[in-house]
């Protein structure tokens, strides 16, 4: 079945640093991917919609400064958070459309800032 | 706006028994429901899809409804074992491949 991977599984760094997380669909292309956020004991959350080859797409209340998206190519999209603060430490999944009308999921990346 | 709700209580079951999770949402008319299954750690995964004008959807143990005039989803899991505890979300929303807004969750336990 079709595989979406996530890179890196798991990243602890500092305060005021930025971190990228690198979503890959493996045996398909996606046009189109979302990224998620899940803080402990809670639902997913949409952060955005990543576009090949066009801007992403915010929900209300992420801020796009702060959560960089770049979708490279038809097979990968990339989230940056930038100048990352502890309140940015939470589990960050991401998704993509595929065969069989239903989203397949990387199996997330789990993000502590100190 | 939309409101996706399913029972935020964890469900203890015994092994053997059926699992019935309810999904409610408000404010919406969706044309497909999606069910996933989280386990700690890790990434949803896909377990059923049902469209606005299919009654139900069987996979295996698994079996879903969908009623439009209640707005509600009802998840079945028959038979249940210690391997189906997990957290099941559910996810209405207007087009397949959408963007999904999720219920929060109801953990399921199994117990030997």
């Known amino acids: 079945g079709a595989v979406v991977s996530q890179h890196p599984s798991r990243v602890i760094c500092k305060s005021g640093t930025s971190v990228k997380i690198e979503c890959r669909s493996l045996d398909f292309q996606a046009t189109t991917m979302f990224w998620y956020r899940q803080f402990p004991k809670q639902s997913l959350m949409l952060m955005a919609t990543?576009?090949?080859?066009?801007?992403?797409?915010?929900e209300q209340g992420v801020e796009k400064d702060k959560f960089l998206i770049n979708h490279a190519s038809l097979t990968l999209s990339t989230l940056t958070v930038t100048s990352a603060h502890p309140e940015d430490s939470s589990f960050y999944i991401c998704?993509?459309?595929?065969?069989?009308?239903?989203?397949?999921f990387g199996p997330g990346t789990r993000l502590l800032v100190l | 706006s939309q409101k996706i709700e399913q029972n935020s209580e964890a469900l203890n079951i015994q092994e053997g028994k059926t699992a019935t999770l309810t999904c409610n949402y408000t404010?919406?008319?969706?044309?497909?429901l999606q069910w996933y299954r989280q386990d700690p750690g890790r990434g949803p995964v896909f377990l059923l899809l049902i469209r606005e004008n299919e009654k139900e959807k069987r996979k295996e143990r698994l079996k879903v409804t969908f009623d439009t005039t209640l707005k509600q989803s009802l998840f079945h899991i028959t038979a249940s074992q210690p391997a189906d505890s997990a957290t099941y979300l559910c996810a209405p929303s207007k087009a397949a491949g959408n963007k999904l807004t999720f219920g929060g969750g109801t953990r399921v336990l199994v117990k030997p």
């Open positions: 998704s993509a459309p595929g065969p069989g009308e239903t989203q397949y």
């Open positions: 404010n919406y008319s969706p044309a497909y």
């Open positions: 990543s576009n090949e080859g066009s801007k992403a797409t915010y």
